[in-house]
């Protein structure tokens, strides 16, 4: 790598702390609905509101006695409200939590899969991208709710699609997305596209 490619890496890893310190309630391991509503299973007491639902609005379980969090803005919910939905309960309590305003904040929904399928980007330069510095160039604008590092997706092959966290592959055209907190983009690659 040359120096500017590390320095980008430095710099991005740094923008990273920066928005944490900006919204200290984000949680990057939570941003997966289906890790959200694992963490209502041994939510003992009775409550109004199905795990389902919660984990779908953004909740995950705090496990100090029924509270709840939201994975994006931080907001704690100590009661669960009899007559509102825990998108109503959120969007009362927290109107600028940019997950309930429905920006791309990272969140994975329980479908999503990481292979995309007949999504694939067909980049005019896909010879450039067998470069390494070319394709870690791409993730310039790489959303902060990844932790994956550019650097290491570039090294498994990977460019950056420029669509949420969607990354491709030089050689066989593999596109993955929704990238977890403790993936290896060189296993990923070798899990979904075997060649
Ligand atoms: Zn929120
Ligand atoms: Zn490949």
Redesign the pocket.
Known sequence: MNIDMVKFVAKWRQSIKNTRAETPGYSHALRSELKRLKTFECLETYSSWSPEEMAEN?FYSTGINSSMQ?F??G?VLCTMSISKTPYVC?QKS?PD?D??KGIDVGNIPKYEVKVQRGEVVVVERVDAYRSEEFRLESFKDWPFYSKTDPASLAAAGFFFTGVKDRVQCCCCGGALANWEVDDDPWKEHCKWFPE
């Open positions: 953004g939201c994006c803005c907001l959120h927290r939590c997950f309930i």
